[in-house]
C-alpha cells in the first residue's frame, strides 16, 4: 500500500482505487484522531464488501469499513486524505467554505453540499468533486476567480467555485440560460468577509455571458465532471448496528425497530447545524444508537401532482419541493409564495440535501425552532402520512398532531410522505401570502414568520406566526372575523380590515410576545391583506406596502473606475496585477495554518471556557472528561504556575482565569486528546463549579452605574480646543443627541488556531494566526519564560483578520505553546467559531452624547462631546494612547471648539480589540449624527451643511494635523458628476416617497476623512537573489488578503528591473524579522513593507552595480557577482518617522452618495445606490485598491445594518449573538443594486510611499453614509421633524419602531 499515492499531487485522483481495509481504517480512524496525513490508497484489495462505504471522489472510487460513528465529509477529506481545499470555518453550515460538489445518482446533477454538515455515510454509492478535482476538470472557473480579483484572503474561494461550478454544470446539462439573479442565489450559502462579493459576482456573471452564449469554448461543458461521475454499478446497501441504508420502506422499519433507540435520517443537517441552537436544556432521551439513513428510499422521494393533492415523499429536498411548487403553480394560488419564501430558508447546500421531513422532526424537537417549512405546510393544511415503527401501521396525522409529538418524534414514527390538499375548483381564487423578518435577507431564520391564507368561502381561513411564542401561534380570534369572506371584494372594506386588526391585536396579546414582534406580526398581516386586495382596488400608494421593490428588485450590479490613478512609467508598480497567491487560493493549493502538514504524533487541543461572566472558581473537575478516549492532558492556571509558567498574556490578562472569571467565555484552560473532536467533547466535560456569582457588568449603563473604568489619563482621554462650552452658549442652534455604537466581530472565515512544536535544546516553532509575529513571539516568550532564541513565529497567510488577529491570537497561541511544552509534543489548537466568538471580542462598541452649534451663518462653532468605548475585561494592550476615537472624532469638518472627553469602560465580557479602522469608525459615526441632526435642525440638507463646514487645504485638525493635501473639494465634484446633483436625486425621491405610504427612501452625501499613521513604525525585507536571477523576499508582514504581497512584489520586480514572476514571497517568519517589528495594521503596512523591499533592493542593485553592464544580461551580472564572492542577500528596513504636518502621516479623503430604501412595515432596510469616490494616490495595484474599497465598504454595511453582538444578563452574561446562526456578515444580497467606486484620477500623494495612498480601513467610513441614508428615510416616513438617534446596527426592530408605525392609525386601506 503506498500512502505516497494519493497525497503525492495531493488531490487523490491517482489512477488507483482508494479502497480502505479494515485495520487500514482503524489506522485511518486512528489517524482521523490524531490528524496525521496518511491517505489511505490500495489498488490490488478486492471489491468492496457488504457494509463497505463506498463512493466516488474526484473521479476516484473510495471504499471503506462502514464508520460506526459520524465523521463529517470534511474532516474525512481534510485529516484522512489532507485534501485541505475544502476549508473550514463555522462547521454548521453557515458559511459556505466547505462547499464541495456531491451528486446522488448517476443521472441526477452535481450539488453544492457543505462538507462540514455532510456525515460520510450518506455519501455511500455518491460522487464528491472537491477542490482538487475541480482543479482537474474546471481550473478554468478557479482561474476566472482570481484573476477577476475574487480572491482577497482566499479563505472562501474554493468554496464560492464550487458553489459556481454546480450552478454552472447543472444549467449545462439543462442547457439552460442563467441569470444574474441565478449567480446571486448560487452564492447566497457563501459568506465573504473581503471582498464585498461584487468581484466574485462580476466575474461569475461574465462567466455566464459565455456560458449562455455558448461562445467560449471551454466554459461549462457538463462533459468536464463526467469523469468524476458516481458510478452507476452500485454497491451493497449499508448496514451495520450503527448506521443502515435501507432501500425501501419496511427494510426502513425493519432497521429502525431492531435497535431501539433508532432515528431515521435525510441529510443530517438539522441535527448539526440546527439542534446546537435549541437544545440547551439536556434531553431526557436516550441518544439513539442507529440512524437509518432514508435518502436511498425511493419511495420517499416520489413527488406527484394528484386530483385533491400535491403527495410529497419525505425525504424529498427543500430544493425538489421548490422546484414542485414552481412546476405546479398551476395547481394552488399558494406555490408562488411558498416557493418563493422557500428561497429564503437556509442556503443552496442545504436546501440540495436538507428534507422536508427532517425539518418537521426537527421543529418537533425544538418548539422554539421557528421553520419556515413548517409554518409553509401548516399553512396548506398539509398532513402527513407516518408508520408507527412499534406497530409497523401506517396512518396520517396532521402537521401539528406531529408537532406535538415533541422530541421524541422520530423515534416513534418514520415519516413516509406528506399530503398538500388542492382547494375546490373555484375556491382556491383566494388569497396567500408567506413572509417572514429576519436579520438577513438570505440564510437566517426567522423573527418573525407568518403565513396568512384567506381561501374566500370553500375553506375557512387560516392565519399563523412564528417566532413569538414556543411554537406557532394560530390567530383563531382573526380568523373568526375573516371567516364570512366570500370573494377578494369583500376584502376592501376598511371596518372589516379594523376588525380583523383589531382581532389580531387580541390573538397576539400574550405577555409572551415581545412589542418589537407583535408589531412585526400585525406589520406582515396587513401586508397579506393588502396583496389579497381585487386587483385594482389597492390604492396606487400602498402598492410598494403590498408588495416592496425588494420582492422584484433584479441582480445588483457595480462598476469600478480607476482611470488616471496608475503611472505607467513606474510598472509593474501601479498596473492591476493579480494577487501572487490568487490562483493558488481559488483552487483550494494555497496553504493556511491548519493546511500545514502537522506531525503524525502531534496532539490536537480545545479550550475549556467559563460559563459565567463574573464568579469566583470554586473547583474545576476533569474526572469524567479525563477518562473520554483519546484524552491526554489537561492544563488550567494552577498547573502553569506549579510548572513555572507566567499566567500572563499582556495587559494583565491571564493565559487562564485564576481565582475569579472575568467573563463569559474566559479561557479556563486548555484539553489535549488525539483528536479535535475527542478534545472538543473532552473539554465539554470538563465541570466547572463557581461561588459568589455576582452580576455582570455588560453594558455601558452597567459600567456607569458600576462606575467601572479603566486608567486613561485626561491628556489620552481629552481634546480641548478653543472654548466649546461658550461657543455653544452663543450658539444660533444647538442640538444634543445620543449615540449607541454596537460591536462587530471580525469574521475572519480562518478562525484562530495555533500549532507549537517542540524541537531540541527547548526550541519552540508556533505558526499561527497572527498579524504581529513580533508580538506573538514576545507573549510567548513571557508566558514561557524562554529566551526568544528559543522560540519562533511563523505565518504564511491568515484567511482573513482585520485587526483581529493583532493582539487576540495571542491567548491561542500561548496556550497551545503551554500544551506543547508541557507534554514535549506538538499541539495543535484550532478554535471552532463559537469559541472563538465567545473568548475573543470584537471592534469596541461606542456610546456618546454630543451637543454640536452652528451660529447664523451655519457654520459648526463647537462640538461637546462625552464619549465611552466598552473595552471589555481586560486592556488587550491594543487601545491607543490617546484613546482611538479621538482621531477620528472630527471627521471631515473644520470645527473652531472641541471639548471630548473619553473614558473606558471596564466589563464583563471579552476583551475588545482593534477592528478595521478603528476609532475612525465610531468617531466618524459620532461628528456624522451631531452633523445631521444640526442640519435637520436648521431646515437644511445635512449634505448642504457638510460641504460648508468641510475640511479644505487650509483647515487643521484638532490635534494639529495640517491639510495642506486636502481632497475632499476634489472627491465631492468628481462623486456630483458620476451620481448627479444631490438635489436633482433628492426630488426624485422626494416623487418616489409621495407615491409609497410606507416605503420610503433616504438619501445621505458625505465626505471622509482618515488619517494614517506610521511615525515609530519599523518593518524589515530580506531580498535574495538567486543564480538564476530571481528574487526572493521574506519580510515582517503578514498577508491578510489585502494584496500586500503583490505590491511588495512589484516594488521589487521594478527595483530590480526584473519580471513580477520571478520575485517569490516566503512566509513570515521571526527568525527573519524578529523583536521590535511592527505588526500588520492600520492599512499602511503595504506601503511601509514595500519601502523595507526598496531599501534592501537598493542594496542589493548597490553591490551588483559594477557587474550591470550593457553586455550582460542581469542574471549574468548575478553570476559574475557571485563569483566574485558579493553578497547577494540584503536586508532592508522601513523606519517611521515624524510628519512635519502633524501626527499622522497623510490623510485619505473620499466621498459617498448613498440611497436607501426602508420598507417601514417591516423595518428591513436596504441600500439602492452606492456610489463612492476615494482618493488613493497613485495606486500601487489599482485592483487591489478597488477590491479593498469594494471589501471595507461592504464590511461597514455588515457593521452598520445586520451585525449585532450582544450580551445577556439572563444567559449568565453570554455573547448571544454566537456562530452563523445568530450573528449575520452580509451575502451578496445585502449589496447596493448599485455599487459604483471611482479611484480619485490624477492624485497624487505627495507624503505617501510612490505617491499612494492606504486603501484598507478608509472606505469603511464611507459607509455612514448608508446609515444615514436610512435615517433620511425614516424621516420621510415619520414626516415630523422631531429628532432622533439611529444605533448601530440599524436592526429591521429598531428601524420600525424609529418609523413609528401605529397600526390603529395608519394601517388603512387608503
Ligand atoms: C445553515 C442552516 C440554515 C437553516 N435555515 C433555515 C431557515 O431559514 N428556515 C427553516 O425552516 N429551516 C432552516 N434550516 C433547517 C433545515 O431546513 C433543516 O436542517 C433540514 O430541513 C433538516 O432536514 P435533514 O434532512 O437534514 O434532517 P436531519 O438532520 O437528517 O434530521 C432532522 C430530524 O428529523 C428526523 N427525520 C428525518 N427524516 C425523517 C423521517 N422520514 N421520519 C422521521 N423522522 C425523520 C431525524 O430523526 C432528526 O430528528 C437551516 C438549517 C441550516 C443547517
Ligand atoms: S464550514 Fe461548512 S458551512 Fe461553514
Ligand atoms: S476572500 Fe472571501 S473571505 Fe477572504
Redesign the pocket.
Known amino acids: 500500500m503506498s500512502a505516497a499515492n494519493v497525497s503525492r499531487n495531493g488531490n487523490g485522483t491517482g489512477d488507483d482505487v482508494i479502497l480502505l481495509s479494515e485495520t487500514l481504517f482503524q489506522d485511518i480512524t486512528a489517524r482521523v484522531s490524531t490528524g496525521a496525513a496518511t491517505p489511505p490508497c490500495n489498488a490490488s484489495e478486492p471489491q468492496p464488501r457488504p457494509s463497505d462505504l463506498s463512493f466516488t471522489l474526484n473521479g476516484k472510487a473510495v471504499s471503506l469499513p462502514l464508520p460506526t460513528s459520524r465523521i463529517s465529509l470534511a474532516e474525512f477529506l481534510r485529516e484522512t486524505l489532507h485534501l485541505t481545499g475544502t476549508k473550514l470555518s463555522c462547521e ?3 458559511c459556505g467554505a466547505c462547499t464541495v460538489l456531491v451528486q446522488t445518482t448517476p443521472s441526477s446533477p452535481f450539488k453544492p453540499v ?1 462538507a462540514c ?1 455532510r456525515d460520510i455515510r450518506s455519501c455511500h454509492n455518491q460522487a464528491v468533486v472537491t477542490a482538487e478535482g475541480i482543479s482537474q476538470v474546471q481550473a478554468y472557473l478557479q482561474e476566472a476567480l482570481a484573476d477577476g480579483n475574487g480572491s482577497q484572503c482566499g479563505f472562501c474561494s474554493p468554496g464560492m467555485v464550487a458553489s459556481m461550478a454546480a450552478l454552472l454544470n447543472n444549467n449545462a446539462k439543462h442547457k439552460k440560460s442563467i441569470t444574474k439573479k441565478d449567480v446571486e442565489l448560487a452564492i447566497s ?1 457563501n459568506i465573504c468577509r473581503c471582498t464585498g462579493y461584487r468581484p466574485i459576482l462580476d466575474t461569475f456573471e461574465k462567466l455566464v455571458e459565455v456560458h449562455n452564449g455558448h461562445a467560449g469554448a471551454h466554459v461549462c461543458d457538463i462533459e468536464d465532471l463526467a469523469a468524476m461521475k458516481c458510478t452507476s454499478k452500485k454497491a451493497p446497501p449499508l448496514s451495520n448496528n450503527e448506521w443502515v441504508a435501507p432501500t425501501t420502506v419496511d427494510e426502513a422499519v425493519a432497521a429502525l425497530r431492531e435497535v431501539n433507540p433508532s ?13 446546537k441552537y435549541y437544545s440547551m436544556t439536556a434531553s431526557t432521551l436516550p441518544t ?1 444508537r442507529r ?1 437509518v439513513d ?1 435518502q436511498h428510499i425511493e419511495e ?1 422521494e416520489r413527488i406527484e401532482l394528484n386530483q385533491s393533492d400535491l403527495s410529497i415523499g ?2 424529498v ?2 430544493e425538489d419541493f421548490h422546484n414542485a411548487l414552481i412546476e405546479h403553480t398551476s395547481a394552488s394560488a399558494a406555490f408562488t409564495s411558498c416557493a418563493n419564501h422557500l428561497l ?4 443552496p447546500q ?2 440540495a ?13 425544538y418548539p422554539k ?7 409553509i405546510l401548516l399553512s396548506l393544511r398539509a398532513t402527513a402520512c ?1 408508520i408507527d415503527i412499534a406497530t409497523g401501521v401506517m396512518h396520517v396525522e396532521t402537521i401539528a398532531d406531529l408537532l406535538s409529538r415533541g422530541e421524541s ?3 416513534q ?4 410522505s406528506f399530503s398538500i390538499p388542492l382547494n375546490a375548483k373555484g375556491s382556491d381564487e383566494g388569497a396567500y401570502f408567506i413572509g ?1 423578518i ?1 436579520p438577513r435577507h438570505w ?4 423573527i418573525v414568520n407568518g403565513a396568512v391564507s384567506l381561501p374566500m368561502g370553500a375553506l375557512p381561513p387560516s392565519i399563523s406566526f412564528g417566532g413569538l411564542v414556543i411554537g406557532y401561534m394560530r390567530c383563531i380570534a382573526t380568523e373568526n372575523v375573516l371567516r364570512t369572506t366570500k370573494s377578494r371584494s369583500d376584502l376592501n372594506n376598511p371596518a372589516l380590515l379594523n376588525a380583523a386588526l383589531e382581532a389580531l391585536a387580541t390573538d397576539l396579546a400574550s405577555d409572551a410576545v415581545s412589542d418589537d414582534n407583535r408589531r412585526m406580526a400585525l406589520a406582515l398581516f396587513y401586508r397579506a391583506y393588502l396583496r389579497a386586495l381585487p386587483d385594482g382596488a389597492l390604492s396606487p400608494n400602498l402598492a410598494t406596502a403590498a408588495k416592496p421593490p425588494v420582492d422584484s428588485r433584479s441582480a445588483s450590479a457595480g462598476s469600478v473606475n480607476f482611470e488616471g490613478v496608475t503611472d505607467p512609467t513606474e510598472l509593474p508598480i501601479s498596473a492591476p496585477h493579480t494577487k501572487l497567491s490568487a490562483r493558488l487560493q481559488t483552487s483550494g493549493k494555497a496553504v493556511y495554518g491548519d493546511d500545514e502538514p502537522f506531525p503524525s504524533q502531534g496532539l490536537h487541543a480545545a479550550l475549556v471556557l467559563s460559563t459565567e461572566a463574573n464568579a469566583a472558581i470554586a473547583a474545576i473537575d476533569t474526572s469524567i472528561s479525563c477518562r473520554t478516549e483519546g484524552f491526554c492532558a489537561f492544563y488550567d492556571a494552577s498547573e502553569l504556575k506549579r510548572r513555572g509558567f507566567k499566567n500572563d498574556v499582556g495587559g494583565g490578562e491571564p493565559l487562564f482565569a485564576e481565582d475569579r472569571i472575568a467573563f463569559h467565555g474566559q479561557p479556563l484552560g486548555i484539553v489535549v486528546s488525539t483528536s479535535r473532536s475527542l478534545a472538543q467533547a473532552a473539554a465539554s466535560l470538563v465541570q466547572v463549579s463557581y461561588s459568589d456569582v455576582r452580576k455582570p457588568i455588560l453594558t455601558f449603563d452597567d459600567a456607569e452605574a458600576a462606575r467601572s473604568y479603566f486608567d486613561v489619563p485626561p491628556t489620552a482621554s481629552t481634546i480641548k480646543v478653543g472654548d466649546a462650552e461658550a461657543a455653544l452658549a452663543h450658539a444660533d442652534i444647538v442640538c444634543q443627541g445620543e449615540v449607541e455604537l454596537g460591536g462587530q466581530y471580525h469574521f475572519y472565515m480562518e478562525t484562530q488556531n495555533a500549532t507549537a512544536v517542540p524541537s531540541e535544546g527547548g526550541q519552540l516553532e508556533v505558526t499561527c494566526t497572527t498579524q504581529g509575529p513580533a508580538n506573538a513571539q514576545a507573549a510567548l516568550c513571557q508566558v514561557l519564560g524562554k529566551s526568544s532564541a528559543l522560540v519562533d513565529v511563523s505565518v504564511r497567510r491568515v484567511g482573513g483578520a482585520y485587526g483581529g488577529k493583532i493582539s487576540r491570537n495571542v491567548p491561542v497561541a500561548c496556550a497551545a505553546a503551554v500544551a506543547a511544552e508541557c507534554l514535549g509534543l506538538p499541539v495543535k489548537l484550532q478554535l471552532d467559531l463559537t469559541s472563538n466568538m465567545r473568548a475573543l471580542g470584537s471592534r469596541r462598541p461606542h456610546k456618546a452624547k454630543y451637543a454640536i452649534g452652528l451660529d447664523k451663518s451655519r457654520r459648526i462653532v463647537a462640538l461637546k462631546v462625552d464619549v465611552a468605548m466598552l473595552q471589555g475585561a481586560f486592556s488587550d494592550g491594543s487601545f491607543g494612547t490617546p484613546l482611538d476615537v479621538l482621531m477620528g472624532i472630527d471627521g471631515a469638518y473644520n470645527v473652531e471648539n472641541w471639548h471630548v472627553r473619553g473614558q473606558i469602560a471596564r466589563t464583563n465580557t471579552p476583551p475588545n480589540t482593534y477592528c478595521r479602522a478603528p476609532g475612525f469608525v465610531p468617531g466618524s459615526l459620532i461628528i456624522e449624527s451631531a452633523v445631521d441632526a444640526a442640519a435637520r435642525a436648521a431646515g437644511m440638507a445635512p449634505e448642504d451643511l457638510r460641504w460648508l463646514n468641510r475640511y479644505t487645504t487650509t483647515s487643521v485638525t484638532p490635534r494639529g494635523e495640517v491639510l495642506k493635501y486636502c481632497s475632499i473639494d476634489k472627491c465631492w465634484d468628481a462623486l456630483v458628476a458620476k451620481a448627479g446633483d444631490p438635489k436633482a436625486r433628492r426630488a426624485k425621491i422626494e416623487h418616489f416617497n409621495s407615491e409609497s405610504r410606507f416605503c420610503k427612501r433616504g438619501l445621505s452625501m458625505a465626505p471622509m476623512r482618515y488619517a494614517l499613521f506610521w511615525d515609530g513604525n519599523d518593518m524589515r525585507a530580506l531580498v535574495t537573489l538567486g543564480i538564476d536571477g530571481r528574487a526572493c523576499i521574506e519580510h515582517s508582514c503578514v498577508e491578510a488578503g489585502q494584496g500586500l504581497n503583490v505590491k511588495v512584489a512589484a516594488v521589487c520586480a521594478a527595483s530590480l528591473g526584473i519580471h513580477l514572476d520571478d520575485v517569490t514571497i516566503k512566509k513570515t517568519t521571526t527568525r527573519i524579522c524578529s523583536a521590535g517589528s511592527s505588526g500588520t495594521g492600520g492599512s499602511i503596512t503595504s506601503e511601509n513593507c514595500s519601502a523595507a523591499v526598496e531599501d534592501a533592493c537598493e542594496i542589493l542593485k548597490a553591490r551588483l552595480q559594477p557587474y550591470l553592464t550593457p553586455e550582460r544580461t542581469f542574471t549574468e551580472a548575478i553570476r559574475a557577482a557571485m563569483d566574485d564572492q558579493v553578497d547577494l542577500c540584503a536586508r532592508g528596513r522601513f523606519l517611521g518617522k515624524p510628519n512635519s504636518l502633524g501626527p499622522a502621516q497623510y490623510q485619505s479623503y473620499g466621498a459617498a452618495m448613498i440611497e436607501a430604501e426602508v420598507d417601514a412595515l417591516t423595518g428591513e432596510s436596504r441600500i439602492v445606490s452606492a456610489e463612492l469616490v476615494i482618493d488613493t494616490g497613485i495606486s500601487l495595484n489599482p485592483t487591489v485598491d478597488a477590491g479593498q474599497v469594494q471589501g471595507g465598504f461592504v464590511m461597514a454595511l455588515g457593521y452598520l445594518l445586520t451585525e449585532q453582538v450582544e450580551f445577556d444578563h439572563s444567559k449568565n452574561g453570554a455573547n448571544v449573538k454566537v456562530g ?2 445568530e450573528y449575520k456578515p452580509p451575502t451578496a444580497f445585502e449589496l447596493p443594486d448599485s455599487f459604483d467606486v471611482t479611484l480619485l484620477p490624477h492624485a497624487p500623494n505627495k507624503q505617501g510611499f510612490l505617491r499612494s495612498k492606504a486603501t484598507g480601513e478608509p472606505p469603511l467610513l464611507l459607509g455612514a453614509s448608508a446609515l444615514f441614508a436610512i435615517k433620511d428615510a425614516i424621516v420621510a416616513m415619520r414626516g415630523d421633524d422631531k429628532p432622533f438617534d439611529l444605533p448601530v446596527p440599524a436592526l429591521p426592530s429598531t428601524v420600525h419602531r424609529l418609523c413609528d408605525v401605529d397600526w390603529k392609525r395608519d394601517y388603512t386601506l387608503s
Open positions: 454548521e453550515g453557515g457543505n454538515l450559502g432515528i431515521a435520517v435525510g441529510g443530517c443537517t438539522g441535527l448539526v447545524g440546527v439542534a439513539p440512524l432514508v420517499l419525505a425525504a429536498t427543500l429564503r430558508v437556509a442556503t442545504v436546501r440535501v436538507a428534507t422536508i421531513a427532517g425539518n418537521v422532526f426537527l421543529t418537533a424537537a425552532f421557528p421553520s419556515d417549512v413548517c409554518l407516518v418524534a422520530s423515534m414514527v418514520l415519516c413516509v417572514k429576519a440564510n437566517a431564520h426567522a452563523t446562526w
